[in-house]
Nanobody, 122 residues
């Protein structure tokens, strides 16, 4: 499975960005797609995920009400719409997939994209 994440960039606080993660290869071996982020000097943290079985979205508390995860089956692409961005959302965002049971656990994801940098100015 290959994942390519893109859509990051610079935005002012309060603005929006949409990240995309395009998947290719043996994607049928995975159960979900997740987004994680890692800020400088901090550990990687869960942001959002979506299960293939029922398109159920799951969000970290920090993302609830501001971020929306969705997917386009025809394009094998998962999106993360991020609104009302805050300076503390600044991080490298990664998409990941795999046969995941607990969506928040990064170590359960087998395949990772290269990351895309989101910078939110205060």
């Amino acid at each position: 499975v290959q994942l390519q994440a893109f859509g990051g960039g610079w935005v002012q606080a309060g603005g929006s960005l949409r990240l995309s993660c395009a998947a290719s290869g043996r994607t049928f071996s995975s159960d979900a797609m997740g987004w994680f982020r890692q800020a400088p000097g901090k550990e990687r943290e869960f942001v959002a995920a979506i299960r293939w079985s029922d398109d159920s979205p799951y969000y970290a508390d920090s993302a609830k009400g501001r971020f929306t995860i969705s997917r386009d089956n025809a394009k094998n692409t998962v999106y993360l719409q991020m609104n009302s961005l805050k300076h503390e959302d600044t991080a490298v965002y990664y998409c990941a997939t795999g046969p995941v049971q607990y969506l928040q656990r990064a170590y359960e994801y087998d395949y990772w994209g290269q990351g895309t940098l989101v910078t939110v100015s205060s």
